[in-house]
C-alpha cells in the first residue's frame, strides 16, 4: 500500500508535465537577415505583398509610411531598421505582417515569411538579461529548436503608443 502511494505523486507529475508539454502554441516564423523570428499567431491578421507606400514626414526612419488596406490606414514598420540591421533590397520574398496590437494595427516588413510553427511552453525560454535593455523591449522569448534558436517578439513593444498614436491618431 504504501508503494502505491509513494507513486502516485510522481504519476500526477508526470501528466502535468505531459500536459504542459503538449499545450501548444502556433506562431508565424519569418526572417530578418540571418536569424529567424516569430509572433503569435493569434496577433496576425494576414500577410501580404509589398505595394505602394505613402511616405510621411517627420516620422522615425524605422516607419516606412502608411497603406491603406481595405479602407483601413495602417503604418507599416521596416523590421530590419526598427532592430538595427544592416537594410536591404526588398525581393520576391519580402512580405508585410499585418499584425494587431492592442486597438491598432500595423504592418511589418519582414525578408520572408517561412512557416506556421507549433510550440510548446517546454521550448521557451525567457531572453538572457545581459541582452535585455531598453532597446530589446520587443524580444518576448526565445524558442528552441533542435539545432537553432528563433527570436519571439513582443508586438505590443514594437511601436510604443506614443509613436502609434502619432501615426495614426488616438
Not at 520576391?92 to 511589418?108: A, D, F, K, L, P
Amino acid at each position: 500500500m504504501a508503494t502505491a502511494l509513494a507513486k502516485a505523486p510522481n504519476k500526477t507529475s508526470d501528466n502535468d508535465a505531459a500536459e504542459r508539454a503538449e499545450a501548444t502554441n502556433q506562431i508565424v516564423g519569418f526572417r530578418l537577415a540571418n536569424e529567424e523570428y516569430g509572433v503569435d499567431i493569434m496577433r496576425v491578421q494576414e500577410i501580404i505583398l509589398p505595394g505602394e507606400i505613402t511616405q510621411m514626414p517627420e516620422v522615425p526612419d524605422y516607419i516606412c509610411g502608411l497603406i491603406n488596406l481595405r479602407g483601413h490606414v495602417i503604418p507599416i514598420v521596416d523590421l530590419r531598421k526598427r532592430f538595427g540591421l544592416p537594410v536591404s533590397e526588398r525581393d520576391e520574398h519580402t512580405r508585410i505582417i499585418v499584425v494587431n496590437v492592442g486597438t491598432r494595427t500595423i504592418g511589418m516588413v519582414v525578408d520572408a515569411v517561412n512557416e506556421v510553427l507549433r510550440i510548446t511552453e517546454d521550448q521557451l525560454e525567457p531572453p538572457p538579461s545581459s541582452i535585455v535593455g531598453i532597446e530589446h523591449v520587443y524580444i518576448k522569448a526565445l524558442v528552441k529548436f533542435d539545432d537553432k534558436l528563433l527570436i519571439l517578439l513582443d508586438i505590443e513593444s514594437i511601436l510604443s503608443r506614443e509613436e502609434t498614436a502619432k501615426l495614426i491618431g488616438g
